[in-house]
C-alpha cells in the first residue's frame, strides 16, 4: 500500500490550499483516511480524518474545526482524501501527512509530507 500526497505549498494568512492523497495497492481497504502535521521541532498531531463505512463520520483537532474539511473520494475504486484548508494561519505552518487505518485511534500506512508554509 501506498499514499501518494500532493498539494503543499506557500500562502499568505488568510489563503486556502487544498491538500490531496491517493492510496493504491490492491489490498487497501482502510476504512479511516485522514491528515497529520508535524511543525518544526515539534511531534506529529492529528488533524483530520474522515471514515468510508458508518455513514462517512468526520473528525477534526479542535485547532482547525471550522477552517478546514476533510473528504473522501471512493467512487470507481478510487481511495483519495483531501483536506480543504481556508482561513490559513502562520501557526498551520508543517509538513501534512496522510495516514490511513482501520479505526480514528489506529493508522497503519502513511504517506510522505506535503509542505504547507503561511506567511504572515
Known amino acids: 500500500v501506498q499514499l501518494q500526497a500532493s498539494g503543499g505549498g506557500l500562502v499568505q494568512a488568510g489563503g486556502s490550499l487544498r491538500l490531496s492523497c491517493a492510496a493504491s495497492?490492491?489490498?487497501?481497504?482502510?476504512?479511516?483516511m485522514g491528515w497529520f502535521r508535524q511543525a518544526p521541532g515539534k511531534e506529529r498531531v492529528f488533524v483530520a480524518a474522515?471514515?468510508?463505512?458508518?455513514?462517512?463520520?468526520?473528525?477534526?483537532a479542535d485547532s482547525v474545526k471550522g477552517r478546514f474539511t476533510v473528504s473522501r473520494d471512493n467512487a470507481n475504486g478510487k481511495n483519495i482524501v483531501y483536506l480543504q484548508m481556508n482561513n490559513l494561519k502562520p501557526e498551520d505552518t508543517a509538513a501534512y501527512y496522510c495516514?490511513?487505518?482501520?479505526?480514528?485511534?489506529?493508522?497503519?500506512?502513511w504517506g510522505q509530507g506535503t509542505l504547507v508554509t503561511v506567511s504572515s
Open positions: 495516514a490511513a487505518g482501520g479505526s480514528f485511534a489506529r493508522y497503519n500506512y
Open positions: 474522515k471514515s468510508r463505512h458508518g455513514g462517512g463520520l468526520s473528525n477534526y
Open positions: 495497492g490492491r489490498a487497501f481497504n482502510s476504512n479511516v
